[in-house]
C-alpha cells in the first residue's frame, strides 16, 4: 500500500482513540510506505494527550487552535500530506480500519479516482432516525447525479488527492464535506467505485445534529448539483410553475373570471 496519506479528524473522541490509535499502528505495521495524519480540531477532552503519547515515524499529530469542524480538519490533513492518493476515515471506531487496504488495491486495479467504503455490508450500525433521511437524500443525489449512489457520505473513502485540491474551495467546513465530494466528482465524470463495508456504534457522543445538518446536506446537493449541472434543477422547477401557472388559467377561463375581449 505504497504512496498513500490516511487523514483522520479528531474532535473530542477520547473514548475511541486508544483503540484507533491501536489498529492503526498495527496498520502502519504492515504497510511502511503509508503515512497517517492525524488532526486534533481542538478538542476539549483528552484527545489531544491520547494522540501526543501515540509515536510512529510514520504519523504525524497536527492541531488546530480553534474548532473550525469536520472538513476543515480533513482540508487541513489533505494539505499536509505528502502522498498522491488520500484515505479519509473516522476517529470514532464506526469504520473497519482493516478495510482501507482493500479500497486501495480496488481503486488502483479500477483505475478509479476515488473508492468509496460503501455502508452495506452484512453488519450495519445506523439508527432509523438517521436511515430515513439519508435514504431521501441519497435518492435526491442519485437523481440530480443521473448515477447509483449507494453511499453518498461515507466517512470512509480513498481519493486521488489532485482532484481534492482542486475542489478545495467548493468543500464545506462542516459534516456535508465527503457529500460534497461525491457529487463534484460525479458532475465532472470521475470514477468512483464502491466497496460494501461494514459500520459500527460509534464510540462516544455523536457530533452530528440531525435536523440542522439533514437540512445543511439537502442545501448543498441542491446547491452542489446547480453549480455543474443547473438544469438538472431549473428545468423541473420551470415545468412546475408552467403547470401551475396554465392550470390557473384554464381555471380562470372555465369558471368564467376570463373577460372576453370582443365585447
Do not use: W
Not at 484527545?47 to 504519523?59: D, N, P, R, T, V
Not at 465524470?189 to 440531525?210: A, F, L, M, Q, T
Request: aromatic share 10%.
Amino acid at each position: 500500500m505504497e504512496n498513500l496519506s490516511i487523514v483522520i479528524p479528531v474532535f473530542n473522541e477520547e473514548k475511541a482513540l486508544p483503540e484507533t490509535v491501536k489498529k492503526i499502528l498495527e496498520l502502519l505495521n504492515k504497510y511502511p510506505l503509508t503515512e497517517v495524519v492525524l488532526v486534533d480540531d481542538a478538542s476539549t477532552d483528552h484527545s489531544a494527550q491520547i494522540l501526543k503519547s501515540a509515536k510512529h515515524g510514520q504519523m504525524r499529530i497536527i492541531s488546530h487552535h480553534k474548532n473550525q469542524g469536520y472538513g476543515a480538519a480533513i482540508k487541513t490533513g489533505i494539505k499536509n500530506s505528502v502522498y498522491e492518493y488520500v484515505a479519509i476515515t473516522d476517529a470514532d471506531g464506526s469504520y473497519p480500519y482493516d478495510k482501507i487496504p482493500v479500497l486501495y488495491e480496488k481503486l488502483r486495479a479500477e483505475h478509479a479516482d476515488m473508492a468509496i467504503g460503501a455502508r452495506i455490508g452484512k453488519k450495519v450500525e445506523i439508527g432509523l432516525f438517521r436511515k430515513i433521511p439519508k435514504y431521501f437524500l441519497r435518492k435526491l443525489a442519485e437523481y440530480l447525479s443521473e448515477e447509483k449512489i449507494p453511499d453518498l457520505n461515507s466517512g470512509l473513502r480513498i481519493v486521488n488527492k489532485e482532484l481534492v485540491v482542486k475542489s478545495l474551495k467548493y468543500l464545506p467546513q462542516g459534516f456535508s464535506f465527503t457529500s460534497t465530494l461525491t457529487l463534484i466528482l460525479l458532475s465532472n465524470n470521475h470514477e468512483i467505485i464502491y466497496v460494501p463495508i461494514d459500520y459500527y456504534k460509534r464510540k462516544g457522543k455523536s457530533k452530528i445534529r440531525p435536523v440542522h445538518d439533514t437540512l445543511g446536506f439537502l442545501q448543498l446537493i441542491i446547491r452542489t448539483v446547480m453549480f455543474f449541472n443547473p438544469l438538472k434543477v431549473f428545468l423541473p422547477l420551470s415545468g412546475f410553475f408552467f403547470a401551475i401557472s396554465l392550470l390557473v388559467l384554464l381555471v380562470s377561463y372555465f369558471g368564467g373570471r376570463v373577460m372576453d375581449i370582443t365585447t
